[in-house]
């Protein structure tokens, strides 16, 4: 079964960086809550039985999202898109109603600029036009996640420790990504 996590991921990098991409061998039921959000953000899709085209506009417009169990939007895909949001315009506000404590990743996208406020389980996101590459840690696997979307949207070079996280969740991550125009290495030997 394709897993809808990945899904989501690629959609939202694709409409972070304002580009268009088809990703195949998907179950677009499956993540319906996202690319309702997704066009919410202004991003436009074609979807097919087994793949979903996505054009995101030139800036994303703000969205507020609740995370709630299967099938409502995934708690999973809350730190990419609140990553995603933070160069979107206007101000989001994320609701985790799934987990406690699921904002440590946000102090990593603070130092590369973005405006994030977190108030018990809800993050005030307040879009910024850009983000600075840092370096950055990855706090858990879909935190990783978050900060290697910031690093595709940021201007400069973007370091990310802890890859390790990451790397258990995402098979191949740097290998899809530089094959649709990301410049991302491992460095051999370093987490």
Avoid: W
């Avoid at 994320?94 to 699921?102: A, G, H, M």
């Amino acid at each position: 079964m394709p897993d809808r996590i990945e899904a989501g991921t690629f959609l939202c990098i694709t409409a972070a960086t304002f580009g268009r991409a088809k990703l195949n061998n998907l179950i677009s039921e499956h993540i319906v809550p996202v690319i309702c959000k997704l066009e919410e953000c202004g991003c436009k899709f074609k979807i097919e039985k087994r793949s979903i085209e996505i054009e995101a506009p030139k800036r994303l417009k703000s969205v507020d999202i609740k995370t709630m169990p299967y099938p409502g939007f995934p708690t999973d895909m809350q730190s990419v898109f609140t990553s995603m949001l933070c160069t979107a315009k206007g101000t989001s506000i994320i609701v985790e109603n799934i987990f406690e404590n699921r904002y440590r990743y946000t102090n990593e996208l603070k130092r590369m600029g973005a405006k994030i406020s977190i108030e018990g389980k809800i993050a005030i996101v307040k879009g910024v036009k850009k983000l600075s590459g840092a370096t950055v840690e990855a706090t858990d696997l879909r935190g990783g996640a978050a900060v290697v979307l910031a690093g595709l949207t940021a201007k400069g070079k973007t370091k990310v420790d802890n890859i390790e996280y990451i790397l258990r969740g995402y098979e191949n991550l740097d290998k899809k990504l530089n094959k649709i125009g990301a410049n991302i290495k491992i460095e051999k030997g370093v987490s």
